[in-house]
């Protein structure tokens, strides 16, 4: 896919040449001037006259005439240096792959050196370029009958570099490129129709992922999950024909099994609400809601590629949430896995049952930490709309470790708070210690608070992504759709983990 080259080959010839250019470049400078040079010049004048952009993420393609080997030359706009963040440069990136991929090219090169700033070096570069390449060009292929024309997709970029070692830019596109794809593997989870991804479909994911990468595989079946008391995981599947599947993985990066990480994402494979039943616009995209899953997965993908020094065990309760004879119903009492009873008040709040159950489980695996990312409340998407996701926790330093990683990821989260009112609303019952929805005033809250009862003291962070797992629009990283949030934070989250001093 990548090819690393020193320095810049003009007489090479390339479908095209991808080339980033700041504003104000009061001249060309380096190897952009030797490339001016090539055109008498007239690269300057373009610039001059305003039809060639620098402003960020503008695109300008300038054919060459044979005056280079390359027969076009895309202008990468990326604003002013001091400005560029890897952010900005991975978007502007992402578009100019976007572009190549409707241009059907398959095969670019890069001139990297244009793309280095005075915070971003070049293996920065190289980690945004691969990154960016394998999310903008993501399509999710679908079912329709194919067309006899073959897609012609990009499949060959070669990266000129001049400025760093090239088995380093290697190594940097390697690990990009794995980000990429693991969040394109979450992607196409979550875009799965239901029928297609059922809890044993995301099992048998699990466990081929599992073997490619070495880690330890367990799926329980729902024997074994009746074995284990998991009564809050089991109300929610009692409506299913289908079984559940409750899918653990471990990865142990260090000797010994301490300081370990519990990933855990909601895997509703479908949700119904079952007899608090949804409306017939809002059941629609509820395939959708194992978006935590997928991003757990993904993340998983990605921490097998990268091994990281850390031990990491992923949690996955997977069910779909169906009505039948047999299923759960509003006033039902069920009991977790921890003991503590549950009023069930709304069975449309499922996903915090099977999670309270998996909380438990990763704890019973050791986990010491603890992360769980769901869709998990229509109020996240009213408190902080499409593009944050919503975080809760009962420990600001860990938050502090997943906020950073999701700076460095590019994925937008905001803290809600966990106040002692909102614990009080799910512990209000007069049948059982916890009610599951205490009614609709700050929905988002009270699901993070009932979670939060089966932390126990365990350091957590409640990552709520039901606003940013799917995307009506196309954007410059990605189709409209599933997004892959989470992935790649929960990813540099593990690779970067401190552990905290207790
Ligand atoms: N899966 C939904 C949340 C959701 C909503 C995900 C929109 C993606 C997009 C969840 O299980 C749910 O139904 N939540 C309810 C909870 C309520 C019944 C207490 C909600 O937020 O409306
Ligand atoms: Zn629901
Ligand atoms: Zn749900």
Known sequence: MFHVKKGLDFTASHEGLVVGIFEKPEKFTGELAELDGKFDGQLTELVKSGDLSAKLKSITKVHTFGKISAKRIYFVGLGKEKDLSFEKLRAALGRVFKQLKVNKQGETAV????????????????????????????????????????????????????????????????????????????????????????????????????AKYNFEVEILDKAEIEKLGMGAFLAVNKGSVEPPKMIVLKYQGKDEWTDV????????????????????????????????????????????????????????????NMISGGAF?????????????????????????????????????????????ATLTGGVITALGLHTTGAMTNHDGLYEQVLEASVEAGEQMWLLPLFETEKERVRNSKVADLNNSPGSEGHALVAGAFIGEFTEGTPWVHLDIAGTATTSKDYDLGPAGATGVMTRTLALFVERFEPIEK
Do not use: C, W
Not at 286 to 303: F, N, R
Not at 342 to 371: M, Q, S
């Open 329 to 373: 119903k509003p006033d039902d009492v069920i009991t977790s896995m921890n003991g503590k009873t549950i009023e069930v008040l709304n069975t449309d709040a499922e996903g915090r049952l099977v999670l309270a159950d998996a909380v438990t489980y990763a704890k019973h695996h050791g986990a010491n930490y603890l992360v769980d990312v």
């Open 261 to 320: 990480i519990g990933l855990v994402g909601k895997g509703i494979t479908f949700d119904t609400g079952g007899y608090s039943i949804k409306t017939k616009a809002g059941i629609v995209g509820m395939k959708t809601d194992m978006g935590g899953a997928a991003a757990v997965l993904g993340a998983m993908e990605i921490i097998g590629e990268i091994r990281p020094e850390q031990n990491v065990v992923a949690v996955i309760p997977s069910t779909d």
């Open 111 to 210: 001139y990297l050196d244009t793309f280095v700033s005075e915070a971003l070096d070049s293996l920065d570069a190289a980690h945004a370029l691969s990154e960016a390449m394998a999310l903008s060009t993501y399509q999710f292929d679908g079912y329709k009958q194919k067309s006899n024309e073959p897609e012609k997709r990009l499949e060959k970029v070669t990266v000129y570099a001049s400025a760093a070692d090239e088995v380093d830019v290697q190594a940097s596109l390697t690990v990009g490129y794995a980000f990429g794809k693991a969040t394109n593997s979450a992607r196409t989870l979550v875009n799965t129709p239901g029928n297609l991804l059922t809890a044993t479909d995301l099992a048998n994911y699990a466990s081929e992922l599992g």
